[in-house]
């Protein structure tokens, strides 16, 4: 075959490809849902499009299933309201009248912060994707008094103080993007170094940064040790990079090709994962609270084999909050074979956390991966997390609006969670437990300890 040949298959097969990727997503990812949720927040939450008017329109519950699923989700397990309830009771006598869904108290508890709703937006770290958008991210999270992870490299990667892209923002740019609109005392900034961001010390540069000292003092500011992601465990961070900026990270970073010999139009860079044994991972932890005595501490850890035994040396050394992060969670750049081979998925997690209820530890657990409703959240509080934190649909909602997007967002979210916790006869997120939850599944339901909606 001739080389101009072979040069347009191969173009035509890159743009087959690419298409491909981006109908995948379109169709595996609710994009559409949080689109409207992001233009017309609690509007969006009644199923009229624009042909439908209110009191013509005749709907019912959609029983169709778009995808077949390679593993379980939370999509099977449902609610299950009750006829009686006293929770109910208890709350129209604390009002001197019936309660409304508006009634719901959905102010929560986040690893040594308030929320005003149980709900975080996930740490995003320094791929093009999350940063170029960053300064809409963080205010979108701050006004929306929910807290906001910073995740690994984006100080080493984009400068700390100074930008190593005119286009980019800082470190310090996209934290304070946050932290100037944060409406105390609600609110808080969690923020990983990877084993490249220790090199620079990144977490001593923060906490001994006069203008983010008054945070601390605050208790807004939370140190995570990241032990691994839902997309990727086991693996480090990884993106790619111009031959400049490979050249100036190389003595960091691993890169696959030498910038200085091998000509790219990106380079491949790739973070070290972190080598942990219980040990090690208890001596970090302790080391953390004796030289930043001021920071809350967090966990943040991928779809594991030995979570419970992870969970266990969080609770005995009594860390603020543990992040899980199942295998369907968003990514900027994985190897397509780790996201599809590698990990526990989401729901198997969630199981995870509910065994650790049972057996007793108390770190308080935030769960993460492919979340994008009210429905999650609050399934996932009937099985033991104390939260849950959301990455993509934060991504898709500041797309359509920035920082009100967001906003948007997170206010239809916001009433998902009220009307279902309020059908519940709940007002109060700690009150939401097994006894709301079924599944559709018999298998699901013996492994969760949750009745078969069937049985």
């Not at 199923?47 to 005749?58: H, I, N, T």
């Not at 203008?211 to 990241?226: C, I, S, T």
């Not at 992040?323 to 900027?332: A, F, N, P, Q, Y």
């Not at 997690?349 to 007793?360: M, P, S, V, Y």
Request: charged share 25%.
């Amino acid at each position: 075959m001739s080389e101009p040949l072979t040069k347009l298959f191969m173009k035509v097969a890159s743009v087959r490809s690419a298409a491909a990727a981006g109908r995948t997503f379109l169709e595996s990812y609710p994009v559409d849902e949080i689109i409207q949720k992001a233009k017309h927040g609690k509007d969006a939450l009644y199923p009229f499009s624009d042909l439908d008017e209110y009191g013509r329109a005749l709907l019912g519950a959609d029983i169709s299933v778009k995808q077949a699923t390679r593993f379980s989700t939370l999509d099977e397990l449902v609610l299950l309201p009750p006829i009686f309830t006293p929770k109910r009771l208890e709350r129209m006598t604390e009002l001197a009248r019936e309660p409304f869904f508006s009634d719901v108290d959905l102010e929560t508890a986040i690893g040594g912060f308030r929320s005003r709703l149980p709900l975080a937006m996930a740490s995003m770290g320094s791929t093009d994707v999350a940063h170029s958008q960053s300064p809409h991210l963080g205010r979108g999270a701050a006004e929306a008094g929910i807290p906001m992870g910073m995740g690994e490299n984006i100080a080493t990667v984009w400068g700390y103080a100074r930008r190593t892209k005119a286009s980019m923002p800082t470190f310090k740019q996209r934290l304070f993007a946050y932290l100037d609109h944060v409406k105390e005392p609600l609110g808080g900034v969690v923020i990983q170094q990877s084993v490249e961001d220790a090199f620079d010390e990144l977490w001593h540069k923060v906490y001994t940064d006069p203008d983010v000292e008054p945070f601390f003092r605050k208790g807004l500011v939370a140190f995570e040790v990241k032990l691994g992601q839902g997309a990727k465990p086991g693996l480090g961070g990884e993106t790619k990079v111009s031959r400049d900026a490979a050249r100036s990270l190389k003595g960091k970073y691993y890169f696959p090709d030498d910038p200085d010999t091998v000509e790219l139009d990106l380079y491949e860079r790739h973070s070290a994962p972190g080598t942990y044994t219980e040990e090690i991972l208890r001596g970090q932890l302790r080391s953390l609270r004796t030289n930043f005595p001021r920071a809350r501490i967090w966990i943040k850890t991928g779809p594991f084999r030995d979570l419970l035994a992870m969970f266990r040396v969080a609770s005995q050394e009594r860390i603020d909050a543990v992040l899980v992060d199942g295998k369907e969670g968003g990514t900027g750049m994985s190897p397509v074979i780790a996201l599809k081979d590698l990990g526990l998925p989401t729901l198997a997690c969630l199981k995870r956390i509910n065994d650790a209820r049972l057996e007793g530890l108390r770190a308080p657990f935030v769960l993460s991966g492919r979340l994008f409703d009210g429905g999650h959240v609050v399934k996932a509080l009937a099985l033991g997390a104390n939260a849950v934190a959301f990455g993509r649909p934060f991504i898709v909602a500041v797309g359509v609006g920035g920082a009100k997007g967001i906003r948007n967002y997170l206010e239809a979210t916001e009433v998902e969670i009220r009307m279902l916790i309020s059908s519940l006869g709940k007002y109060k997120v700690a009150d939401v437990s097994h006894e709301d939850v079924g599944s559709l599944d018999r298998a699901l339901a013996d492994a969760l300890n949750i009745p078969f909606v069937y049985a």
